[in-house]
């Protein structure tokens, strides 16, 4: 079966630079969650999109963006990165409120 | 607001021990549950869930049952093997959270031949 597809799967940028992830749902899912997984931490909700449209935000900076697009794929955009934002990027599809299902994660360094 | 706890690990099992690991939440409303498994350098699978109360999940010989009464989502093993040496995470989901996971700290298993 399809599973949730995200890219790249490792990133290493500086400091102050951007960095985009992308995610591309499994088929036919309509609901698109972004998590950041620190070291050693367990997962913690940054944004949620259904439909397109923002549905739920957690603490995600106001330097990071994200979207999701006509085919149901989202990206997260992050700016001014710092070193803390070193972290497992999750990001996970469901059908409307129904169970979700995480991707493998992009593992972003901050040099 | 809503919030999970479960036991700290890490936790070391010899084969075929038997697993609990204890997992309470604290919600408004009617949420559903769940368990996580972390296997290294992987992302989060589905192992288990229950969204209703009384409700059991399993999966893999895993096993846990939503406890309203005792708020409680225990899970166990009877007989671990040492492939299932992961990150086990409780979670929660409810309409409170826009149905956003609420995650558990993980319980780190080792289970050794």
């Known amino acids: 079966a399809a599973g949730v597809i995200q890219s790249p799967r490792h990133l290493i940028k500086e400091k102050r630079e951007t960095a985009t992830l992308k995610c591309y749902p499994i088929?036919?899912?309509?609901?698109v969650y972004w998590y950041q997984q620190g070291p050693g931490q367990d997962p913690q909700f940054l944004i949620s999109?259904?439909?397109?449209?923002?549905?739920d935000k957690g603490s995600i900076p106001d330097r990071f963006s994200a979207q999701q697009f006509s085919d149901y794929h989202s990206e997260l955009n992050m700016s001014s990165l710092e070193l803390g934002d070193s972290a497992l990027y999750f990001c996970?599809?469901?059908?409307?409120?129904?169970?979700?299902?995480f991707g493998p994660g992009t593992r972003l360094t901050v040099l | 607001g809503d919030s999970v706890t479960q036991m700290e690990g890490p936790v070391t099992l010899s084969e075929e021990a038997c697993l609990t690991i204890n997992c309470t939440y604290t919600a408004t409303g009617y949420p559903s549950l769940f368990w996580y498994v972390q296997y290294p350098g992987e992302g989060l699978q589905l192992l288990l869930k229950?969204?209703?109360?009384?409700d059991k999940g399993s999966n893999k010989g895993f096993e846990a049952t939503y406890r309203k009464e005792t708020t409680s989502f225990h899970l166990e093993k009877g007989s671990v093997q040492v492939s299932d040496s992961a990150v086990y995470f409780c979670?929660?989901?409810?309409?409170?959270?826009?149905?956003?996971?609420?995650f558990g700290k993980g319980t780190s298993l080792l289970v050794t031949p």
């Open positions: 088929p036919r899912h309509d609901t």
């Open positions: 979670a929660l989901s409810g309409s409170n959270s826009g149905y956003a996971l609420n």
């Open positions: 996970a599809s469901s059908l409307g409120a129904d169970t979700q299902y």
């Open positions: 229950a969204t209703k109360a009384d």
């Open positions: 999109f259904y439909e397109k449209m923002q549905s």
